[in-house]
């Protein structure tokens, strides 16, 4: 099998400043003996010249499509929305196994070009747990901008959060959310109550994380899991919370943890909610107050309410790319040792499991599709 990875730069995804592959696990690979070919990109936060140092080849942006079909395709978010099909082996997350909205599109075209996906959300161990995730810093980044919107909301009524950009470090997202949590004590008297959902994984352990170190006081912060969630929702401690963070890993249909009904309650004070899990046009997502994806252009969509205060929903898909170059180096380092086995990737079980999956996806398909 090939030992050449194409890096591809994210085209199309123009927030999108992250990157599978950092200088460093481009290093290490080249050292293990493959050959990186990395596209060149404005965008990434890594410098092109950080990766040709370390004796990477650098590319055009966009030349993979006509990269030999035996060289296997890195890349981070979904491919553009185009229709030709796909020849080689893509690693990357798609967002088409959870009969997202236009999923079969998307899966398609890689049978119909004898491709293969495998998809980084889907990469598990023996025990079935994910071997990389961007959980921490999605839960992380989630929790701060959730806070932020709050600050703004007490202080600019009726005004829709302004866009954000990727920050250079943490430091400098924290040093922001501190100020916010002051000024809202400023004009509240208090800190504001955040209950998070799936605190006990990677994801809810970021956002409980940011909020505890930017000064939201620890009784402030409610860290519910499963055995909280057990009884079933809508849950009136959502509605009784300023900030809802919601970090599960949706996997079927579950009780609604809040729904159009619920936000009639006169005891309401929650005002933002961030679907870090963003399973926007997912048919069993637990939140069936919104239906639109939000960006770092427009962080948040309203929610039609009745009374004070007006509430809005974060349900950004790329939310640890306000923080890119940390997320990139965690997840990158993660995913290091898997990456070092694609030369054999079917005889390995990581990879291996991720085939079978695409096949058992693909198998899903309509016949119209193929």
């Given at each position: 099998?090939?030992?050449t990875?194409?890096?591809?730069?994210?085209?199309?995804k123009?927030?999108?400043?992250?990157?599978?592959?950092?200088?460093?696990t481009t290093?290490?690979?080249?050292e293990?003996?493959?050959?990186?070919?990395?596209e060149?990109?404005?965008?990434?936060?890594?410098?092109?010249?950080?990766?040709?140092d370390?004796g990477?080849?650098?590319v055009?942006?966009?030349?993979?499509?006509?990269a030999?079909?035996?060289?296997?395709i890195?890349?981070?978010?979904?491919?553009?929305?185009?229709?030709f099909?796909?020849?080689?082996?893509?690693?990357?997350?798609?967002?088409?196994?959870?009969?997202q909205?236009?999923?079969?599109?998307?899966?398609?075209?890689?049978?119909?070009?004898?491709?293969?996906?495998?998809?980084?959300?889907?990469?598990t161990?023996?025990?079935?747990?994910?071997?990389?995730?961007?959980?921490y810093?999605?839960?992380?980044?989630?929790?701060?901008?959730?806070?932020?919107?709050?600050?703004?909301?007490?202080?600019?009524?009726?005004?829709?959060?302004p866009?954000?950009?990727s920050?250079?470090?943490?430091?400098?997202?924290?040093?922001?959310v501190?100020?916010?949590?002051?000024?809202?004590?400023?004009?509240t008297?208090?800190?504001?109550?955040?209950?998070?959902?799936?605190?006990?994984?990677?994801?809810?352990?970021?956002?409980?994380?940011?909020?505890?170190?930017?000064?939201?006081p620890?009784e402030?912060?409610?860290?519910?899991d499963?055995?909280?969630?057990?009884?079933?929702?809508?849950?009136?401690?959502i509605?009784e919370?300023?900030?809802?963070?919601?970090?599960?890993?949706?996997?079927?249909?579950?009780?609604?943890f809040v729904?159009?009904?619920s936000l009639?309650?006169a005891?309401?004070?929650?005002?933002?909610?961030?679907?870090?899990?963003?399973?926007?046009?997912?048919p069993?997502?637990?939140?069936?107050?919104?239906?639109?994806?939000?960006?770092?252009?427009?962080?948040?969509?309203?929610v039609p309410?009745?009374?004070?205060?007006?509430?809005?929903?974060?349900?950004?898909d790329?939310?640890?790319?306000?923080?890119?170059?940390?997320?990139?180096?965690?997840?990158?380092?993660?995913l290091?040792?898997?990456l070092?086995?694609?030369?054999?990737?079917?005889?390995?079980?990581?990879?291996?499991?991720?085939e079978?999956l695409?096949?058992?996806?693909v198998s899903s398909?309509?016949?119209?599709?193929?």
């Amino acid at each position: 099998m090939s030992k050449t990875l194409h890096l591809r730069s994210e085209l199309g995804k123009e927030l999108e400043h992250r990157s599978a592959l950092t200088p460093s696990t481009t290093k290490a690979l080249i050292e293990a003996g493959y050959t990186i070919n990395v596209e060149r990109s404005p965008q990434r936060i890594f410098d092109d010249s950080d990766y040709a140092d370390v004796g990477a080849t650098l590319v055009p942006e966009n030349t993979w499509r006509e990269a030999p079909k035996d060289h296997i395709i890195i890349g981070l978010k979904e491919l553009p929305v185009e229709t030709f099909a796909l020849e080689h082996v893509h690693v990357q997350f798609a967002h088409c196994y959870k009969q997202q909205a236009g999923w079969e599109k998307v899966l398609a075209r890689f049978p119909r070009g004898k491709g293969v996906l495998l998809d980084l959300e889907f990469l598990t161990d023996d025990r079935r747990r994910r071997v990389a995730a961007f959980g921490y810093h999605a839960g992380f980044a989630g929790a701060a901008l959730a806070i932020l919107n709050w600050a703004w909301q007490l202080e600019h009524k009726d005004e829709p959060f302004p866009s954000v950009e990727s920050y250079d470090n943490e430091n400098a997202l924290l040093t922001d959310v501190e100020k916010a949590v002051a000024r809202g004590k400023e004009k509240t008297g208090k800190a504001p109550r955040v209950l998070v959902i799936g605190a006990l994984g990677r994801c809810g352990g970021g956002a409980v994380d940011l909020c505890k170190r930017a000064g939201v006081p620890e009784e402030n912060v409610l860290e519910w899991d499963m055995a909280e969630t057990a009884k079933g929702g809508p849950f009136p401690e959502i509605i009784e919370s300023d900030i809802f963070v919601n970090c599960i890993y949706l996997t079927s249909k579950i009780p609604n943890f809040v729904d159009m009904k619920s936000l009639e309650s006169a005891s309401r004070k929650l005002s933002v909610v961030c679907d870090v899990s963003a399973d926007t046009t997912n048919p069993n997502n637990p939140i069936p107050i919104y239906d639109v994806a939000t960006t770092f252009t427009k962080p948040t969509v309203p929610v039609p309410v009745k009374g004070e205060p007006s509430l809005s929903v974060i349900s950004i898909d790329h939310l640890p790319s306000l923080l890119p170059r940390e997320a990139s180096e965690e997840f990158s380092k993660a995913l290091l040792p898997h990456l070092k086995q694609l030369k054999d990737w079917r005889r390995d079980p990581v990879w291996a499991r991720a085939e079978k999956l695409f096949q058992d996806k693909v198998s899903s398909l309509p016949k119209s599709e193929l």
